[in-house]
């Protein structure tokens, strides 16, 4: 049985401790928003039989989890392909209103659009309606349609896929647009390699990943296009798509088509302009941005966001404690040590499993001296509480390690081969792929000195840790993707009474080059006479916005296999008793 903590965790509620009894926190739901951030007003109840049941006094959350019948969600796909139609009707009525949106009967009848009825339920009714096939490799795998007030509906359960997919060509330009009729607008136009989404740009905040599912339907043949012209809607749903989906394939390969004023998508410059005006809208897409120079106007957007606090926010590891001294922006590069077996590679493993609980993030690991079946049984432990072998504490069933698994197989990607030991290039490309594929936001290289490190005769190990590092950050920034790199430090004298000394940043093995240019270097130190683990951050590059340099006493429950902090445990660097 996955115990109360995992429960109340898929929810956003932590506890200081999870005893029977009732319990005080703040509230995942509203406390975030209010101005007494810390007061608890979520009240939580659990039994003997480890079931959960809250309340918040604020906003009135409620809800339960937990006890014997506690399983996490698990996803199983099965897709529906629809079943092809034996003629498709396209009556001039039709053919009409598409000729009316600059569209011919050729292109109408090229892209196998056509009129049908299908229940909608918006109306709870059948309509009249378009119907835009979804083909792909000679199969029909969707059917999106559209009725005349604007309704939309899709074929249930279909194989996320692109309109027009087959049209992606490797060595081709790729244009990505929001709907299918803009898709068919820039074929009227004369550009053969163009595809949307089925779902258009998001109205609001993802909640999931869902919309971006065709970048891992397609993500072999993306990788290779020549580069990708993001022509979706000139408003502010479309700016939202058009920075995630260059995200996702690389800002590098990005180019952004502006459609004149007065024209939101492709399908109005075709009416109000004319073909050649969206010809010359393609021609003139600009990169994203052009690299290594900017104008002021490249950054407005950014500057605004900034501005009305919209900008990129810190976020949490999962320990409150620990937010005080450090904390991570997307797209920064992160350098962890410590001394062997004091349990760095174990506190990141707590840190992935807990950010995948509260944000629903997804990880790619590199991490071949823990091993892949040995990183994956560490997850495991974390996230069911309880430990993998035999031992003192009663070992996870099999059902919690399978649902355990399941549970990871959405969340977490292991980089790796055990055919040659791969060079940072070969691991940054494969991490690309996981972007695309599976939208993952962190990226873990565990250690440094499993990487390839062969480099030209006369270039030195710093100057190859330089260059490693640009390279790790400039594919953060351009996948907003944070890159974690574990280091071993130098063999460190041990003290006078015999203690592992504390390593610093300047200790690490190859190069200072680790603590002058991460944007945060965190130590984890573990006094085995006082049975605590520090957690300490050395450098924080955006403070306090990131956090204040300083350290965080934990415990390393061996029941849970766990790491707890200690509240009120923060020690300011030059002050800490570690």
């Given at each position: 049985m996955?115990?109360?903590?995992s429960a109340l965790a898929e929810h956003g509620i932590r506890l200081r401790d999870y005893r029977v009894g009732s319990h005080k926190t703040t509230c995942p739901n509203c406390s975030s928003a209010r101005r007494k951030k810390n007061d608890p007003c979520l009240s939580v109840t659990i039994d003997q039989d480890e079931r959960a049941v809250w309340k918040c006094h604020h906003c009135q959350f409620s809800?339960?989890?937990?006890?014997?019948?506690?399983?996490?969600?698990?996803?199983?796909?099965?897709?529906?392909k629809p079943v092809r139609p034996t003629r498709k009707e396209q009556p001039d009525t039709m053919l009409a209103w598409f000729n009316k949106r600059g569209?011919?009967?050729?292109?109408?009848?090229?892209?196998?659009v056509h009129k049908t009825r299908a229940w909608f339920p918006q109306t709870q009714q059948e309509e009249d309606c378009i119907a835009f096939p979804y083909e792909w490799d000679g199969e029909l795998r969707n059917v999106k349609y559209r009725t005349a007030n604007k309704h939309f509906r899709q074929e249930k359960d279909p194989e996320p896929v692109f309109f027009n997919a087959d049209s992606i060509g490797a060595g081709e330009e790729l244009i990505i647009c929001e709907g299918e009729i803009d898709v068919m607008s820039f074929a009227q136009a004369g550009f053969p390699h163009v595809v949307s989404l089925p779902n258009g740009a998001p109205s609001g905040p993802e909640t999931s990943d869902k919309r971006y599912e065709p970048?891992?339907?397609?993500?072999?043949?993306?990788?290779?296009?020549?580069?990708?012209?993001?022509?979706?809607d000139m408003d502010e749903a479309g700016e939202a798509l058009a920075q995630e989906i260059a995200r996702r394939v690389g800002?590098?390969?990005?180019?952004?088509?502006?459609?004149?004023?007065?024209?939101?998508?492709?399908?109005?410059?075709?009416?109000?302009?004319?073909?050649?005006?969206?010809?010359?809208?393609?021609?003139?897409?600009?990169?994203?941005?052009?690299?290594g120079l900017y104008g002021i106007d490249d950054f407005s957007a950014e500057v605004m966001d900034?501005?009305?606090?919209?900008?990129?926010?810190?976020v949490s590891t999962g320990w409150p404690e620990m937010d005080k001294a450090f904390r991570y922006i997307p797209g920064q590069f992160i350098a962890l040590t410590g001394v062997p077996n004091h349990g760095k590679s174990r506190w990141l493993s707590q840190v992935i499993v807990q950010t995948a609980r509260l944000r629903d993030e997804k990880w790619a690991i590199f991490s071949p001296e823990t091993g892949q079946a040995n990183q994956i049984a560490d997850l495991c432990e974390i996230w069911a509480g309880n430990p993998f072998y035999d031992g003192p504490s009663l070992r996870m069933s099999p059902q919690d390690l399978s649902n355990a698994m399941h549970w990871l197989q959405e969340r977490v990607f292991l980089l790796g081969t055990i055919e040659h030991t791969p060079s940072i290039d070969w691991l940054l490309e494969r991490a690309r792929a996981a972007v695309i594929r599976h939208g993952v936001r962190n990226i873990v290289f565990d250690p440094y000195n499993e990487i390839e490190a062969s480099r030209p005769d006369k270039q030195t190990e710093t100057e190859f840790v330089s260059q490693l590092i640009s390279k790790c950050k400039r594919f953060g920034k351009l996948?907003?993707?944070?890159?974690?790199?574990?280091?071993?430090?130098?063999?460190?004298k041990a003290t006078e009474d015999g203690k592992d000394p504390v390593p610093n940043l300047y200790?690490?093995?190859?190069?200072?080059?680790?603590?002058?240019?991460?944007?945060?270097?965190?130590?984890?130190?573990?006094?085995?006479?006082?049975?605590?683990?520090?957690?300490?951050?050395?450098?924080?590059?955006r403070q306090p916005m990131c956090g204040m340099v300083g350290s965080v006493k934990f415990q390393f429950v061996g029941a849970d296999r766990r790491f707890e902090e200690i509240p009120d445990s923060y020690q300011p660097l030059g002050k800490e008793t570690v």
């Amino acid at each position: 049985m996955a115990d109360v903590r995992s429960a109340l965790a898929e929810h956003g509620i932590r506890l200081r401790d999870y005893r029977v009894g009732s319990h005080k926190t703040t509230c995942p739901n509203c406390s975030s928003a209010r101005r007494k951030k810390n007061d608890p007003c979520l009240s939580v109840t659990i039994d003997q039989d480890e079931r959960a049941v809250w309340k918040c006094h604020h906003c009135q959350f409620s809800g339960g989890a937990g006890g014997e019948g506690f399983r996490p969600a698990i996803e199983r796909r099965v897709y529906r392909k629809p079943v092809r139609p034996t003629r498709k009707e396209q009556p001039d009525t039709m053919l009409a209103w598409f000729n009316k949106r600059g569209l011919t009967q050729e292109t109408v009848q090229a892209f196998g659009v056509h009129k049908t009825r299908a229940w909608f339920p918006q109306t709870q009714q059948e309509e009249d309606c378009i119907a835009f096939p979804y083909e792909w490799d000679g199969e029909l795998r969707n059917v999106k349609y559209r009725t005349a007030n604007k309704h939309f509906r899709q074929e249930k359960d279909p194989e996320p896929v692109f309109f027009n997919a087959d049209s992606i060509g490797a060595g081709e330009e790729l244009i990505i647009c929001e709907g299918e009729i803009d898709v068919m607008s820039f074929a009227q136009a004369g550009f053969p390699h163009v595809v949307s989404l089925p779902n258009g740009a998001p109205s609001g905040p993802e909640t999931s990943d869902k919309r971006y599912e065709p970048f891992g339907t397609h993500w072999d043949l993306i990788t290779k296009v020549s580069r990708v012209l993001i022509a979706s809607d000139m408003d502010e749903a479309g700016e939202a798509l058009a920075q995630e989906i260059a995200r996702r394939v690389g800002r590098d390969r990005c180019y952004r088509v502006k459609m004149p004023a007065g024209s939101k998508d492709a399908n109005e410059c075709l009416v109000a302009h004319g073909e050649e005006e969206l010809r010359r809208c393609v021609d003139r897409a600009t990169p994203w941005p052009i690299d290594g120079l900017y104008g002021i106007d490249d950054f407005s957007a950014e500057v605004m966001d900034l501005y009305h606090g919209r900008g990129p926010q810190p976020v949490s590891t999962g320990w409150p404690e620990m937010d005080k001294a450090f904390r991570y922006i997307p797209g920064q590069f992160i350098a962890l040590t410590g001394v062997p077996n004091h349990g760095k590679s174990r506190w990141l493993s707590q840190v992935i499993v807990q950010t995948a609980r509260l944000r629903d993030e997804k990880w790619a690991i590199f991490s071949p001296e823990t091993g892949q079946a040995n990183q994956i049984a560490d997850l495991c432990e974390i996230w069911a509480g309880n430990p993998f072998y035999d031992g003192p504490s009663l070992r996870m069933s099999p059902q919690d390690l399978s649902n355990a698994m399941h549970w990871l197989q959405e969340r977490v990607f292991l980089l790796g081969t055990i055919e040659h030991t791969p060079s940072i290039d070969w691991l940054l490309e494969r991490a690309r792929a996981a972007v695309i594929r599976h939208g993952v936001r962190n990226i873990v290289f565990d250690p440094y000195n499993e990487i390839e490190a062969s480099r030209p005769d006369k270039q030195t190990e710093t100057e190859f840790v330089s260059q490693l590092i640009s390279k790790c950050k400039r594919f953060g920034k351009l996948h907003d993707c944070t890159v974690w790199m574990v280091i071993h430090p130098t063999k460190l004298k041990a003290t006078e009474d015999g203690k592992d000394p504390v390593p610093n940043l300047y200790d690490l093995a190859g190069s200072a080059h680790w603590r002058n240019k991460a944007d945060a270097g965190l130590v984890v130190y573990r006094d085995y006479a006082r049975e605590a683990t520090f957690v300490i951050a050395k450098k924080i590059r955006r403070q306090p916005m990131c956090g204040m340099v300083g350290s965080v006493k934990f415990q390393f429950v061996g029941a849970d296999r766990r790491f707890e902090e200690i509240p009120d445990s923060y020690q300011p660097l030059g002050k800490e008793t570690v």
